[in-house]
């Protein structure tokens, strides 16, 4: 076989070994969502991180100061959401009917037997139903399954077993994890839902 063909195999079969190793991590965890919302919400919070921190592409000092001042109780999130993060967060609510949602009902939540946890005791506030992070959900789900992060994966059951740990603990746990693994798609995705759109969540109804 010519040297030149061979050659051509061989880069051709590395970048298939690559391309379906890419495949079954992180960005095909968008799979789960038929609508495209994660990704667009994915995209529009690095967007927003970027421009607030303004550390150029340095992804891993970007992302450990926002857990940072997460987990210190310091970060005025008004200052950094985008008008379409905003947009995105109250989509996000409108679709929360489901147990496929990354946010669901606190009443179906309570409804799923094989969750241990402590709840409160209404899932009402001021007459509307209090959204709850899904844990069990598909998405966190793979996310967790595709990680090589054991410290990322115990986080994820431990929440799975109690949904009520305060945003800035989950923020410190992460932020402590090695760097190598810090930088992973499933970790910043994690981030991206679980801390800065779940705060949103919250604080959404005081952006016009």
């Known amino acids: 076989m010519p040297l030149k063909i061979r050659s051509r195999i061989i880069v051709l079969s590395l970048f298939l070994s690559l391309k379906i190793t890419y495949s079954q991590h992180g960005h095909n965890c968008l799979g789960v969502d038929e609508t495209g919302i994660i990704k667009k919400a994915y995209d529009s919070f690095?967007?927003?991180l970027f421009a607030?921190?303004?550390?150029?592409s340095d992804s891993i000092k970007t992302y450990r100061t926002f857990l940072a001042e997460?987990?210190?109780l310091s970060l005025d999130l008004k200052k950094i959401p985008s008008k379409n993060s905003i947009k995105l967060v109250r989509e996000f609510k409108k679709i929360a009917n489901d147990k496929t949602s990354l946010w669901i009902k606190l009443s179906e939540y309570e409804n799923q037997k094989a969750v241990k946890k402590s709840t409160p005791t209404t899932s009402k506030k001021n007459g509307e139903e209090i959204l709850i992070f899904n844990y069990r959900g598909?998405?966190?789900?793979?996310?967790k399954n595709t990680s090589n992060s054991d410290d990322f994966k115990n986080i994820i059951t431990t929440l799975e077993e109690?949904?009520?740990v305060s945003t800035s603990l989950i923020s410190q746990k992460i932020y402590y994890i090695p760097d190598k693994e810090f930088s992973s798609i499933e970790i910043k995705n994690f981030i991206a839902f679980d801390i800065y759109y779940s705060i949103l969540m919250i604080i959404e109804k005081a952006f016009k």
């Open 46 to 48: 690095e967007n927003d």
């Open 52 to 56: 607030h921190y303004k550390f150029g």
């Open 70 to 72: 997460v987990a210190s």
């Open 138 to 143: 598909g998405f966190i789900q793979c996310l």
């Open 162 to 164: 109690d949904g009520n």
